[in-house]
Each structure stands twice: as structure tokens, then as C-alpha cells.
């Protein structure tokens, strides 16, 4: 990618963008052009490809014999490279520099991902796209600070040498995080070396503390993913006395042994401010904790997280906690794989997030899915006839398609696992809504229920807990075929919000009860005619589980290698650990009381 595209700001940035979309195609096919002009020779494209026509015939061949593909196809390659230390021409025909880490927790186990010296450029330069878009709407955040909690993970390597680590850790330590230049529009409070801390604990700590000393200069805040800064205003509901105690005494807690965030630290918290502290303490000492984001940081402007697909049930809880009055704004879509586009209206609902797809990132197919949301019916592993697959520039509003990709670093026609709608069109490129992952689903007998399809069914039910004050903080579930017939379980953390000169009311077991059917008269014609006609799955099941629970859940994927960063709950358990934990902070269980609704 051309250096001078890194350093786009401004008008520059937007004016990009504007040619990007306009040049779709036209950039699409010069995209594809050059990665198989670079990876012609690899072992890989070799096997579908005889590389002995023009550069127009060999994008004909291309799209005519590389098989799309799933990460079981191209594993034996990335283990070759990783544990056998075989060369990367395997795959690519750049050096592999580093194995990249999926989150591990959206449905399977770590994948590891290729990657070369030229991705991090990309990636670089879709991040800089994103204050000029921002700064469409908003106004003065060159005037203050962003308090955003980053966090890395401990790296490791592969037998052969190579580092493996998420894609987020990745770019922290990079020169281009590192050494990048002052710019005032992203002036943060986290110190370097509180994001580059491994002790999650620690880290967390700091940058709060950073955030709290700056409270009167946050413009903006957030994490990567809603679920992270749900964490930290937990993290902090535990912590804030010691964090009050720093800055009433000047002096770091002891339980900070980092000495990069010690160093880091004296330089921010300089003296005693016993006012700042009481402050802090009046706020976070109220009874209720209600729009306690905004009394903290009375500035701001904004919160920025991912709050799409499963994210989205995390929207309650954000905006309890900042009592409304801050958009919630999703900036950009990405994964370990490729990162994609960018979303063009960064004020919208959150239910109306679009993404516009950047064509010089990867080069794009579509896997066409119908108009109805049936794609959670198709198998992952079946063979795509090739002349099913869509170009970008020829998707179709309203539409349904899974993604894929092929990238310089080594994926040819390799689907990412995500349904998107296309919801219209910037220029030429279209822009989609993300709907969910297309690998987690739930599986009794015939039906077949996706990531979706279950998170619109716990969201109507869990409306019922609105009149207690109850807030849903987290769910999962996993199918339990331990009897017969086997049925849904969906594990509930409940939080009961505190409503000044109001007793909380409990939630009777009657409204779980109703919590229960409401979700399954949500769910499919094929699950409810299981239910109630063909009776193959019992009735579905809530697990009340103790507060906190979820948080110790994360607690044990990060302890497994996931990222805090990338954490995305799984909707859908498969480990037998995780499931174990689940089931050992159960407090209640309750039962649909009757079938749902079904007409043959």
C-alpha cells in the first residue's frame, strides 16, 4: 500500500473514500489482479491455477477453479508454516511475519491467521479514515481527550518462530501505534504503557485512573467491544475507593507492580488532589449508579464500542449507565482476517448501522443467502458452486450473503462465517448491516437456530423484566440432549438497577416462567412445530446464574488465550469448562409453562 496513504487526514481522508466508492470495480479488479500477481507461484494457487495465460485470463481461472473455501482447507497450509517452519510461499507470496489469533469465542477454537508487513498498513490506514468521518458530525474533539481502553494479550510463538497474537495486540506493538505521531483529535488519556500492559487487572486499573484524573477532558469514550467497557464499569464499581485513594494521597496503589505503568503513572498522577477525589467519591458513593458515565465525564460526547450483532444487547445496560444522553457509535467493521469498511454515519441508531466496504482492503465475493433470513439452514462445509458467488459492485439491496474474502496474505475465497444485509449503496459500493455469525446455532432435531434468531428472542422476552427494573446483563446457551427429548437452555445474568426513593421489586418466578415461553414464541416455525407438535424438544429452559458469573466466564476464555479486546461472549457454549462454570453458579431454574404457538 502506498506510504503516502497512511498520513490521509481531514479532506484528504473523505475525498479518498469518495473515490474508493466511486472506483469500486475498477479498484476491486486491480486488487484481485495484484494478489494473484503476487501469489501466482504459491503452492497453494498452483494446485487450482496453471499461471501459463494473460492477467485477464488468470483472473478468469481464478474465478472459475479456486474453490471457496472454510479454515479446515487451508489449516494443513498454516500449520505447515507455523509448527513445520516450511517457507511462506506456501500461501503467499510475501514473508508471513506473524500467526494472528482469532477471539476464539464466537463459536469455535483460535484460528490462526497469516499475515505480512504490508496488513498492518491497511489496517493503519482504514483507522485513519475514522476521526475525519467523525469529525462530520461532531465538533471540538480536537479541544480534549479520548479515554478508549485498549488491551493487549500475552504473545506467544509458533514451534517455528513466528509470533501468534490477536489482531488488536498486534497492532499496539507495532511501529505504527507506537510511533505514531501526535495528532490532537486523538489525544487519549491511557498512557502506552497501560495499554501495553499484559495484566489485564493492572492495565485496567491504570487507564481508569488516567480517565478519572482527566474526567473534566474526556470528549469521548469507549473500548473495541460494548462487552469491554461493560467490564470496566464493573471493574470499577469494585475499584473506585482505591482509585480515590491514589488521587486523594498522589501515591499509586501497590497492588500496580508494572513498572512501565508505575513510570507511566507518575508522570500523570503528579500530586495529591484530595478535591478531584471527593469529587469522585460523591459520584460513584450514590446509591444508584444510573447515568454515572456522564457524572464521571461530564464532557463527553460520545461512547464508542461495537454494539452490532450480539453486541446490541449490551445497548440497555450502555445506556443505563450514561442515562441516554450519549450516542452510542460503531465506527468501523473488522476481524483477524481482513479488515472491511467503515461506517459512513457514525451518529446513527445503532440499530441502523451500516458499514460501506472499502474495496482496496481485500478483494470481495458474496455467498448469495435469499431475502428471507433463511441462512441459518445451509451447511458450513458444503461445496459453494462457484457461479453462485457474487462481485461486490453486484449485490443487491435487501439482500442476504455471507462473505468472503481472499487477501495478499494467503486466503483465497475464504469465508469469513458473516451474514450481512445490503442495506443501499455509497457510490458504487454497497453497505451492510451486520446480522450475526452464520456458524453458532442451536440443534435439537430438525431445527436449526441461528446467533440471530436467538438474540431476537431473548430481546422480546427479556422486556418482561423492564416493570422490576431488571436489566438483562448477559445470556448464553448451549443444547442439552443429557434427556430425552433434549431442549433449549439459556443461562441469564440479572441485574436489578437501583431507582432512587425506590425499592428494587424482585422478579417472581411466574415472570421467568413467561421469560421462557415469550422466547420460544419467537423462535422458527420448524423449532415451534418441534415443540409442540412433533413434541422432539422439551420446553425451553432459563438458568438464573449468580451476578458476576459472565465476567468469570470471560475470565476463564482470556485465561485460554482469548483477548479482552476481541471478547465477544459466546451465545452458543461448546466448552466443557465454560459449562461447568455456568452450571456451578446457577441459582435458579425456570421452565416454559406451556407449548408455544403453532399452526400446520
Known sequence: MDGKKLEYKGEEALKEIERLTREAEKVQQELLKEIITRNKNTEYLSNYMTMTMTMNDHVQEFKQKVPVITYKHIYPYIQRIANGGEDSSLISGHPIVEMLCSSGTSGGEPKLMPTIAEDLDRRTFLYNMIMPIINQYVTGLDEGKAMFLYFVKAEMSTPCGLPARTVLTSYYKSKHFKGRSHDRYNDQTSPDEAILCDDSNQSMYCQLLSGMIHRQQVLRLGAVFASALLRAISFLERNWVSLCNDIRTGKLSPVITDSGCRLAMSSILKSADPRLADEIENICSRRSWKGIVCNLWPKAKYIEAVVTGSMSQYIPALEYYSMGKLPLVCTMYASSECYFGVNLKPLCDPANVSFTLLPNMGYYEFIPLGKDETYGNEDDDEDISLNKLVDLVHVKTGCYYELVVTTFSGLNRYRIGDVLQVTGFHNRAPQFRFICRR?????????????????????????????????????????????????????????????????????????????????????????????????SIGPLEIRVVKSGTFELLMDLFIKEGASINQYKTPRCIKSEAALKLLKSNVKACFFSPRDPTWFP
Do not use: F
Open 439 to 535: 456458524n453458532v446455532i442451536l440443534s435439537i432435531d430438525n431445527d436449526k437456530t441461528n446467533e440471530e434468531d436467538l438474540h431476537k428472542s431473548v430481546m422480546a422476552a427479556k422486556r418482561l423484566l423492564e416493570p422490576y427494573n431488571a436489566l438483562l446483563v448477559e445470556y448464553s446457551s448451549y443444547a442439552d440432549t443429557s434427556s430425552v427429548p433434549g431442549h433449549y437452555v439459556i443461562y441469564w445474568e440479572i441485574k436489578h438497577c437501583t431507582v432512587v426513593d425506590k425499592a428494587p421489586s424482585p422478579v417472581v418466578p411466574k415472570v421467568l416462567q413467561e421469560c421462557c415461553i415469550a422466547i420460544e414464541e419467537d423462535l422458527d416455525y420448524i423449532y415451534r412445530r418441534c415443540r409442540t407438535n412433533d413434541k
